[in-house]
């Protein structure tokens, strides 16, 4: 009997320390999660600010080709036409890019992630080509 109650009297001690490192890990998993999810949260609002002012240099541009347009010769309105199309387009990628951000979740992160990393740089080499491109059109007037 007394063998008995010393192995229940074992098992209940090791139930109870089994149970304190099982809250310990349980702790520090939730820990670690939020701690991602603080990460994303923090990366994806960086992005997020990146496109906004992507977007917004490019609408500044549109209207600053909008506002030389009006006194321009039919050959210059064509090409300033084209501009405008072009930037349209790179607007419309980062509207793409930014609707994926929202869309994204912390399992899909990565993936999105690379994604967008991958629009905006194609998106800023070909603002800086085109911003010097219409400073060659416009023999580098930018206002």
Same mark, same amino acid.
């Given at each position: 009997?007394?063998?008995?109650?010393?192995?229940?009297?074992?098992?209940?001690?090791?139930?109870?320390?089994?149970?304190?490192?099982?809250?310990?890990?349980?702790?520090?998993?939730?820990?670690?999660?939020?701690?991602?999810?603080?990460?994303?949260?923090?990366?994806?609002?960086?992005?997020?600010?990146?496109?906004?002012?992507?977007? *917004?240099?490019?609408?500044?541009?549109?209207?600053? *080709?909008?506002?030389?347009?009006?006194?321009?010769?039919?050959?210059?309105?064509?090409?300033?036409?084209?501009?405008?199309?072009? *930037?349209?387009?790179?607007?419309?990628?980062?509207?793409?890019?930014?609707?994926?951000?929202?869309?994204?979740?912390?399992?899909?992160?990565?993936?999105?992630?690379?994604?967008?990393?991958?629009?905006?740089?194609?998106?800023?080499?070909?603002?800086?080509?085109?911003?010097?491109?219409?400073?060659?059109?416009?023999?580098?007037?930018?206002?």
């Amino acid at each position: 009997m007394k063998t008995q109650l010393i192995a229940l009297a074992g098992a209940f001690t090791l139930a109870i320390a089994l149970n304190s490192c099982t809250e310990k890990r349980v702790d520090n998993e939730y820990d670690e999660t939020e701690e991602v999810r603080i990460d994303f949260e923090t990366e994806r609002n960086e992005m997020r600010g990146d496109i906004d002012e992507l977007e *917004l240099e490019i609408d500044r541009e549109i209207e600053r *080709l909008e506002a030389k347009r009006e006194n321009a010769s039919a050959e210059m309105k064509a090409e300033i036409d084209e501009m405008q199309a072009e *930037l349209r387009a790179e607007k419309a990628d980062l509207d793409k890019a930014s609707d994926d951000l929202e869309n994204a979740s912390e399992n899909t992160w990565n993936d999105v992630k690379t994604s967008v990393d991958k629009t905006t740089r194609d998106v800023e080499k070909e603002w800086n080509d085109f911003k010097v491109s219409i400073d060659k059109a416009f023999d580098g007037d930018r206002n």
